[in-house]
């Protein structure tokens, strides 16, 4: 266990994330539409193209098209089926059980919001700079767990980190730290200090924005023998 300074140097509530839908995206999603020549649309108008196409289909229709876009292949014809009539009134990216597709499922919602002017659900995502000082080799390998263990500790027990994780929180495996940090940038790092940008669900790291600066003891995962 290795004792941790963390400043919270900016925080910010974003409905996009970044390299969300970059250019390939949004023409390979008019191609499923069956839009002519997509690749010839000009860069800044093909995302209004994109979302006009999509509303000349009914809602469940356009979320059927964006989610086979965006998650075909781990999940079955019918789940997706499913998935395209709860997307309409369900925060999937946060109720939804596999985490894995939680930033898929946000982003399909965001892009329907947008397109169908709010008939589906509102997305909500945090962008944050966290500064953690200490002794950084910890987030060598695998930074996650021990990122998350240290936002955890920066909010209150009463948060959704806490009440869903807490033995992974204490223990040496927390698998889940992946999904719940959906994009980690390291920004700059020294012998003893490292910046990294997070993003993530309003959902798991909202309450972080309320903690500005604080002490904090974090861990890594341990490493499985090989052997066994």
Request: overall charge negative.
């Amino acid at each position: 266990m290795s004792q941790f300074k963390i400043n919270i140097l900016s925080f910010e509530q974003i409905k996009e994330l970044p390299g969300s839908w970059e250019k390939s995206d949004l023409v390979n999603l008019l191609n499923a539409m069956d839009y002519d020549n997509p690749a010839e649309i000009k860069d800044s108008e093909l995302k209004e193209m994109c979302m006009m196409s999509l509303t000349d289909y009914e809602p469940e229709e356009a979320a059927k098209i964006v989610l086979d876009y965006t998650i075909a292949g781990r999940l079955t014809e019918g789940q997706i089926e499913n998935l395209s009539h709860e997307i309409l009134t369900e925060k999937l990216w946060e109720e939804y059980p596999e985490l894995p597709l939680h930033p898929d499922l946000y982003r399909s919602t965001q892009l329907l919001y947008d397109a169908f002017n709010g008939k589906f659900p509102r997305a909500e995502a945090v962008q944050f700079t966290i500064e953690i000082n200490g002794d950084v080799t910890i987030f060598e390998e695998n930074p996650e767990a021990p990122i998350v263990r240290l936002l955890a500790a920066g909010m209150s027990d009463r948060s959704l980190i806490h009440r869903l994780f807490s033995d992974q929180l204490a223990g040496d495996l927390f698998a889940e730290a992946k999904d719940i940090l959906w994009q980690l940038k390291k920004v700059s790092g020294g012998e003893n200090s490292v910046t990294y940008e997070i993003v993530s669900s309003a959902y798991w790291l909202d309450e972080i924005k309320y903690a500005d600066s604080y002490d904090a003891e974090s861990h890594a995962d341990a490493v499985p023998n090989e052997e066994e």
